[in-house]
Every structure is written in structure tokens, then in C-alpha cells.
């Protein structure tokens, strides 16, 4: 399924900029950044949960905001892009 992630972290101080990579090392491990805090991310369910706990541990609830939108496994019609930055297929192939 597709999950786009996107999170506001407070960064007004050090613990909050360390949370901020903190946050982005983790999506970027699962997922594509599209936007400075969006991420794209084809998880199965196990994966969605494993990487929705890590998230949870590591924001300050009282001071950042994270969100998921499950747009699930026929993702393609329910995305549209405009604009400079062509999105990716997530299924597509992946050259390293």
C-alpha cells in the first residue's frame, strides 16, 4: 500500500533538530522524499506499523505533528502531480 507521511518537527532548539533527522533518516529508509517533509512510502502492513512505531518514539507529541494518508494499493488515480519534479512509480524499477 502507499503511505504518504508528512511531518511538521519543532526545531527551535538542538533536541528538536536532532529529532527532525532523526524523523527523515527513518522515512527515508522506507519510502521516496517528494517534498522537504513528505515522503512516499510502499510499505506491506508489518512494515507500515514497524515504521509508524519508530515515528511515534521518536517526535514529541506536544511539539511536532506527523500524519499518514493510506492511499492503499491502487494508489495511481488517486494521485496528481503539477509542476517541476516528476513523482516516481513506485513500483517501477530502482537503480542503485
Known sequence: M???ITYDVNTEDAVGRKR??????????Y???VQNSVFECDLDAAQYRLLKAKLLEIIDK???SLRFYNLGTHY????EHFGIADGYDAEGLLMV
Open 62 to 64: 506536544q511539539k511536532d
Open 76 to 79: 495511481q488515480t488517486k494521485i
Open 20 to 29: 527532525l533527522r532523526k524523523v527523515a533518516k527513518q522515512c527515508v529508509n
Open 31 to 33: 519510502g521516496q522524499r
Open 2 to 4: 502507499l503511505v504518504v
